[in-house]
């Protein structure tokens, strides 16, 4: 039979995630700690290397303390970020003081005192993750930072299994693009939709469906999901009237209206210009045909790597689809029409400042009832 490890590592890059499995470890470990004045919790963030030296220092202090009454004592050294690539993570003085604590670490006796680390972000090219991750009881939550929306989907499939509901089709989709970066909320919207959808029946697991995800969940990620914006890009008059009255009555700003419409207007002029050049084919179930189009007009887009509605390639797949799927796509000159409209608006708010209800209304007549 192994040795135990001398230490519990958790990191990853949501702190949100590693905190939360940190909890749960925790709460393990306190179990076999009756006395609570043997249990200490040490904050390890630092904003420079005089703060990580005391963290450093109070961990010490800590794993070397006996336990007043004797037995095991059990610490926690959570919120860890001078791990990560940053100035602080980066700096000389903290490597060294990295060192001193991996040789901390490496003289604990697992009987006599139990601890638990969580970081978030690593680093994990550097030496030190890369001990821990074969000296330690090692975990990585929810993948690394380059895994993007595939690691958020994980999250969201994982949290769904120990709800005990499944997704229908497009509705883990649209609540990733509804939702966004937003760990924390995107657990809080599983669980609460998963509450409505009840116990499902018998025999087979509730189901949350794309309905349900449109209805009850909040539009956060980055202002894509303004309802003036799915009014305006429906070519619904009344509605987005309708909309921006409600948007300013609550004390709305005219700019983030204008900037979701700009995304989205940018994101359609790519796929209008891909589907008159036949790359692309806009069906009811959305877009066919844009990974051959990434394949072949990608190059164009060099040095673009991260997320822009000005490279619709950047953008989920099945967004896009939804969003070329959703009605008849606009005219390119139409598109281009629109995207001087916006710009005009954008130039009239600076000059009636007091009047970006007039201002909007007057832009989507203009371009709507065209």
């Known amino acids: 039979m192994s040795a135990p490890a001398p230490f519990i590592f958790i990191c990853g890059s949501d702190d949100f995630l590693v905190n939360r499995l940190g909890?749960?470890?925790?709460?393990?470990?306190?179990?076999?700690?009756?006395?609570?004045?043997?249990?200490?919790?040490?904050?390890?963030?630092?904003?420079?290397?005089?703060?990580?030296?005391?963290?450093?220092?109070?961990?010490?202090?800590?794993?070397?303390?006996?336990?007043m009454f004797g037995g095991k004592r059990a610490v926690w050294l959570k919120d860890v970020n001078f791990l990560a690539d940053t100035v602080t993570g980066r700096a000389e003085g903290t490597l060294k003081l990295v060192d001193d604590f991996k040789e901390l670490l490496e003289k604990l006796d697992p009987a006599q005192v139990a601890v638990l680390v969580t970081a978030a972000p690593v680093d994990r090219r550097r030496a030190f993750p890369k001990w821990c991750e074969k000296t330690a009881d090692f975990a990585l939550v929810g993948g690394d930072e380059k895994s993007g929306g595939e690691g958020l989907a994980g999250v969201l499939m994982a949290e769904a299994r120990e709800l005990g509901v499944e997704f229908a089709p497009g509705a883990a989709e649209l609540l990733l693009a509804k939702i966004g970066a937003n760990t924390r909320l995107l657990i809080e919207e599983v669980r609460k939709l998963a509450t409505y959808v009840g116990e499902g029946t018998p025999g087979a697991p509730p189901v949350i469906e794309e309905a349900h995800v449109a209805d009850l969940s909040p539009n956060a990620a980055e202002g894509d999901f303004f309802e003036a914006a799915e009014a305006f890009f429906a070519g619904d008059l009344k509605w987005t009237l309708?909309?921006?009255?409600?948007?300013?009555?609550?004390?709305?700003?005219?700019?983030?209206?204008?900037?979701?419409?700009?995304?989205r207007n940018r994101i359609l002029v790519q796929?209008?210009?891909?589907?008159?050049?036949?790359?692309?084919?806009?069906?009811?179930?959305?877009?066919?045909?844009?990974?051959?189009?990434?394949?072949?007009?990608?190059?164009?887009?060099?040095?673009?790597?991260?997320?822009?509605?000005?490279?619709?390639?950047?953008?989920?797949?099945?967004?896009v689809g939804k969003l070329?799927?959703?009605?008849?796509?606009?005219?390119?000159?139409?598109?281009?029409?629109?995207?001087?409209?916006?710009?005009?608006?954008?130039?009239?708010?600076?000059?009636?400042?007091?009047?970006?209800?007039?201002?909007?209304?007057?832009?989507?007549?203009?371009?709507?009832?065209?």
Request: glycine content about 8%; proline content about 3%; aromatic content about 8%.
């Open 23 to 67: 909890q749960t470890r925790w709460a393990e470990l306190c179990k076999d700690v009756d006395d609570e004045f043997s249990r200490e919790t040490i904050s390890g963030f630092a904003n420079n290397i005089g703060e990580v030296e005391a963290a450093i220092n109070r961990f010490r202090e800590s794993v070397q303390t006996v336990s």
């Open 242 to 263: 309708a909309a921006l009255h409600r948007h300013f009555f609550a004390g709305g700003d005219a700019r983030p209206i204008i900037s979701a419409l700009q995304n």
């Open 271 to 319: 796929v209008r210009a891909l589907a008159d050049a036949g790359a692309v084919r806009v069906g009811p179930r959305g877009l066919d045909g844009l990974p051959a189009a990434q394949n072949k007009f990608g190059q164009h887009f060099t040095g673009a790597t991260e997320k822009s509605a000005f490279n619709l390639f950047t953008q989920n797949a099945w967004y």
């Open 324 to 370: 070329a799927g959703s009605g008849k796509l606009p005219a390119l000159r139409r598109l281009i029409d629109n995207q001087q409209e916006f710009i005009k608006a954008f130039e009239e708010i600076v000059q009636r400042p007091n009047e970006q209800e007039e201002v909007l209304r007057e832009m989507t007549v203009r371009c709507l009832a065209a």
